[in-house]
């Protein structure tokens, strides 16, 4: 079993930024790792993804150009900083590692997640 905690979520301004951090409880150096979100009466969503070496990254259109994917293989951690934040940014957003064949957005690639942490963006 692999545990994924996130942390680094909150309420901020819109045009602020935010860093969410992923920290896993083995090593995760050989597995691509993503984010997903989750907003109200919506369905999950793919937010970015890294691969093991970080030297591959892809990003829902949404968010291209705003966020940015990272990884810390020594740290077993995976970050996603976010700037200019608009309130359509609003959702839980999860870290996922994976661990199954797929493309890089789709829910099915990632085997084991996390809690998740909620980010709430305001007008």
């Known amino acids: 079993q692999v545990q994924l905690v996130e942390s680094g979520g909150g309420l901020v301004q819109a045009g602020g930024s935010l860093t969410l951090s992923c920290t896993a409880s083995?090593?995760?150096?050989?597995?691509?790792m993503g984010w997903f979100r989750q907003a109200p009466g919506k369905e999950r969503e793919f937010v970015a993804s890294i691969s093991w070496s970080g030297g591959s990254t892809a990003y829902a259109d949404s968010v291209k150009g705003r966020f940015t994917i990272s990884r810390d293989n020594a740290k077993n951690t995976v970050y996603l900083q976010m700037n200019s934040l608009k309130p359509e940014d609003t959702a839980v957003y999860y870290c996922a590692r994976g661990g199954n064949s797929g493309s890089a957005d789709n829910p099915s690639r990632y085997d084991f997640w996390g809690q998740g942490t909620q980010v709430t963006v305001s007008s």
């Open positions: 083995t090593s995760t150096r050989k597995h691509p």
